[in-house]
């Protein structure tokens, strides 16, 4: 279970930091990025720092804010935002196919929100992979206290190099995480590697669309607050990612931007002037209490130093968010399914 409330918000505040490096972590971890002065390219090649930094700030910020899933969902009329946010889990799942018994990979869990949920739906054993400590200690509470911790586990380690052998799952899936990845191409040809043959990788991508247009000043700020906001090395196409998959050795089987399917589009939890009793602190009142919460915290010495810089580049996010969802320029909701060949008659895995 997610821990939302404003003393817990305090308490994880940092993750696996000690108190007293929060502020200095915070500020090291703004200054990879543009509108600090940072690179693209020092940010790639220090991916795993920016995102297990980021990740250390920000996840009970989350928990507090969204729950116990950390990815964005379109929304139908009438429906709650925890209600479309299961409601996309389960689309993952039945796009998989999954079944009873199946061994599956979630790339990049979080805290187990979607892990839980899709294990439940679908009767299967799923394995979490992330590289936080942290997460992954929140994720082990919440296996146990969901009553799955004999059939799901977390497993420590970098998707761009994962500590699994070849061949090893049914199917696998990554909601909003291979984002953190330096380049695609390594992180879906790890999943490739790690899939038994014939099998399907099921991925929600954040993508530029075809609107983005890079000689755009206002388009290249709207990206650079995403990845301030976000724990981005960069922001890749929709088109740059269909390839990835592709060169990774994956037959394409789907790949389409869901956010056309929706009444409510998945930047609207983002929209502050949107009155919404079920993403009550994504709305302006709501704002201002987390602000109001979080700056008495850190006066008090309750949250530790550093708390307001973190709640201030989360608000770049969301404000980035949500123009790039409004401008059409982003997409959190690009789907991509990918299938593994199958082995040809005669082939056993052992000489592949
Ligand atoms: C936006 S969160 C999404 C989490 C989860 N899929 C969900 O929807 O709740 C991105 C996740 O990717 C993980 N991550 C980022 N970089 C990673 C890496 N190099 N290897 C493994 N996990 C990574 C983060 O720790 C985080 O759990």
Not at 82 to 87: A, G, L, M, P, W
Not at 251 to 261: F, I, N, P
Request: net charge negative.
């Amino acid at each position: 279970m997610a821990k939302r409330g404003a003393l817990d918000l305090a308490s994880g505040l940092g993750g696996k930091l000690s108190k007293q490096q929060v502020d200095s972590a915070a500020q090291q971890y703004v200054n990879y990025h543009e509108l600090y002065g940072g690179e693209e390219e020092s940010r790639k090649s220090n991916y795993a720092e920016l995102a297990n930094k980021y990740y250390d700030l920000v996840t009970s910020f989350y928990e507090y804010g969204w729950g116990d899933s950390f990815h964005l969902a379109g929304r139908w009329h009438g429906e709650t935002l925890r209600e479309s946010i299961k409601r996309h889990q389960h689309f993952m799942a039945l796009q998989l196919g999954l079944k009873e018994g199946m061994k599956v990979l979630d790339v990049g869990c979080g805290i187990g929100g979607p892990l839980v949920e899709i294990a439940r739906f679908s009767s299967t054993s799923i394995t979490g992979l992330n590289n936080n400590d942290y997460q992954i200690s929140r994720g082990q509470e919440f296996i146990l206290s969901a009553g799955l911790s004999e059939k799901c586990n977390f497993l420590k380690g970098d998707f761009m190099d994962m500590p699994i052998s070849d061949n090893s799952f049914d199917a696998a899936y990554s909601l909003q995480a291979t984002c953190h990845a330096p380049n695609a191409l390594g992180v879906y040809s790890e999943v490739y590697r790690v899939l038994k043959p014939g099998q399907y990788f099921a991925l929600d991508e954040w993508c530029l669309t075809d609107q983005f247009d890079s000689n755009n000043a206002r388009h290249r700020t709207i990206k650079a607050e995403i990845e301030l906001g976000d724990g981005l090395p960069d922001i890749r196409t929709t088109r740059q990612c269909i390839q990835a998959m592709k060169d990774a050795g994956f037959e394409v089987v789907c790949a389409k931007d869901l956010a056309s399917d929706f009444p409510c589009p998945w930047y609207q939890p983002m929209d502050p002037t949107h009155i919404s009793w079920s993403s009550f602190q994504c709305t302006r009142i709501g704002h201002f209490i987390t602000r109001t919460i979080v700056n008495t915290l850190e006066f008090l010495r309750i949250a530790p130093a550093g708390s307001m810089k973190v709640y201030n580049f989360l608000q770049t996010a969301s404000e980035g968010l949500l123009k790039g969802g409004r401008e059409g320029i982003f997409t959190a909701n690009f789907f991509i399914l990918g299938r593994k060949p199958a082995l040809e008659t005669g082939t056993t895995i052992g000489n592949l």
